[in-house]
């Protein structure tokens, strides 16, 4: 599976508590990231550039945190565990495998490791790629230097590859106790629970039985699934969607807001371009259209209708 970089995914059966996200699969976080919790997963860890952890991080397998991060807690891995240069751990390492550790890493309470412990002092893989394409100007390669370039444009796509269940978070978001930010789209996954509130600049979607225990704002579209709870307001420069028995504790505003007659709202509606009023059934019907035009598989609806 691929994920899109420009979305924060939640995966199904995330539970953020007071102190840990507690989830399922990879985690990777992008660069320059902020997260006010500790990460708890059976899967791999991924942390980028210049992140600050304030938790703890845990996790049954690999563990790799680079350059100039910092994690506020205790390190926990079943696996092995990579640290880049200048790498700064509040509390304690402990691992099940090897450790290999960049220059100027700090472990202020200390570390257990079963494994080979390698300590670098590397040459940034930039200044490699510098120095070889020098000497290749220097040769008059410059065919080569187009084609080196070319590859490495390439790899920086707008998707990665990574496991079939796994959260992530883009580049240079915020994800607080009481308030996160995330410069691009929100997509949370079945049964999950959410604690803040989100100021999100893209699109919004939240799958069914998934509760946000703050205010949404989102600068595009939000949609709510089947049985979801917001505990606050949603906030809307797009449109609107609630689905079947979705609850939504405060305010409604945005462009135009679509709620499902079964849904409940508590609190006042505004909407630029008016409300409407659907039946479960027309809702359905809509779905069905959607995924005809997107030519999806109808496997899985042919499997419940001969059940």
Same mark, same amino acid.
């Given at each position: 599976?691929?994920?899109?970089?420009?979305?924060?995914?939640?995966?199904?059966?995330?539970?953020?508590?007071?102190?840990?996200?507690?989830?399922? @699969? +990879?985690?990777?976080? %992008? *660069?320059?990231?902020? =997260?006010?919790? &500790?990460?708890?997963?059976? #899967?791999? /860890?991924? !942390?980028?550039?210049?992140?600050?952890?304030?938790?703890?991080?845990?996790?049954?397998?690999?563990?790799?945190?680079?350059?100039?991060?910092?994690?506020?807690?205790?390190?926990?891995?079943?696996?092995?565990?990579?640290?880049?240069?200048?790498?700064?751990?509040?509390?304690?390492?402990?691992?099940? @495998? +090897?450790?290999?550790? %960049? *220059?100027?890493?700090? =472990?202020?309470? &200390?570390?257990?490791?079963? #494994?080979? /412990?390698? !300590?670098?002092?590397?040459?940034?893989?930039?200044?490699?790629?510098?120095?070889?394409?020098?000497?290749?100007?220097?040769?008059?390669?410059?065919?080569?230097?187009?084609?080196?370039?070319?590859?490495?444009?390439?790899?920086?796509?707008?998707?990665?590859?990574?496991?079939?269940?796994?959260?992530?978070?883009?580049?240079?978001?915020?994800?607080?106790?009481?308030?996160?930010?995330?410069?691009?789209?929100?997509?949370?996954?079945?049964?999950?629970?959410?604690?803040?509130?989100?100021?999100?600049?893209?699109?919004?979607?939240?799958?069914?039985?998934?509760?946000?225990?703050?205010?949404?704002?989102?600068?595009?579209?939000?949609?709510?699934?089947?049985?979801?709870?917001?505990?606050?307001?949603?906030?809307?420069?797009?449109?609107?969607?609630?689905?079947?028995?979705?609850?939504?504790?405060?305010?409604?505003?945005?462009?135009?807001?679509?709620?499902?007659?079964?849904?409940?709202?508590?609190?006042?509606?505004?909407?630029?371009?008016?409300?409407?009023?659907?039946?479960?059934?027309?809702?359905?019907?809509?779905?069905?259209?959607?995924?005809?035009?997107?030519?999806?598989?109808?496997?899985?609806?042919?499997?419940?209708?001969?059940?």
């Amino acid at each position: 599976m691929s994920f899109d970089r420009k979305t924060l995914v939640i995966p199904d059966q995330t539970k953020f508590e007071e102190h840990t996200i507690v989830t399922s @699969g +990879d985690v990777v976080i %992008g *660069d320059r990231c902020l =997260i006010n919790f &500790g990460i708890k997963t059976n #899967g791999r /860890i991924f !942390i980028g550039e210049h992140v600050i952890i304030d938790g703890n991080l845990e996790s049954n397998n690999d563990i790799r945190v680079d350059i100039f991060s910092t994690v506020g807690g205790d390190v926990k891995s079943g696996g092995n565990v990579y640290f880049g240069e200048k790498v700064n751990v509040k509390g304690k390492l402990s691992l099940d @495998g +090897d450790l290999d550790v %960049g *220059d100027s890493v700090e =472990i202020e309470k &200390g570390f257990e490791a079963k #494994g080979w /412990i390698n !300590i670098r002092s590397p040459i940034p893989i930039v200044i490699y790629i510098f120095i070889y394409l020098l000497q290749l100007l220097k040769m008059g390669h410059s065919e080569e230097i187009d084609r080196i370039l070319e590859e490495i444009e390439e790899n920086e796509g707008d998707t990665i590859p990574i496991s079939e269940t796994f959260l992530f978070i883009p580049n240079n978001s915020i994800i607080g106790i009481q308030k996160s930010r995330i410069d691009y789209n929100l997509r949370v996954g079945k049964r999950s629970r959410l604690l803040g509130n989100y100021d999100v600049k893209g699109n919004v979607f939240i799958e069914n039985n998934s509760i946000i225990h703050g205010t949404l704002k989102s600068l595009g579209d939000v949609f709510c699934d089947k049985k979801t709870t917001i505990q606050g307001n949603i906030n809307s420069n797009g449109d609107v969607k609630i689905e079947d028995k979705a609850v939504v504790a405060g305010n409604i505003s945005g462009n135009k807001i679509y709620l499902a007659k079964t849904s409940t709202v508590n609190g006042e509606l505004f909407a630029k371009n008016g409300i409407s009023f659907m039946a479960p059934s027309k809702l359905k019907t809509e779905e069905k259209v959607k995924r005809f035009e997107a030519d999806a598989d109808i496997v899985e609806e042919v499997g419940h209708m001969l059940e």
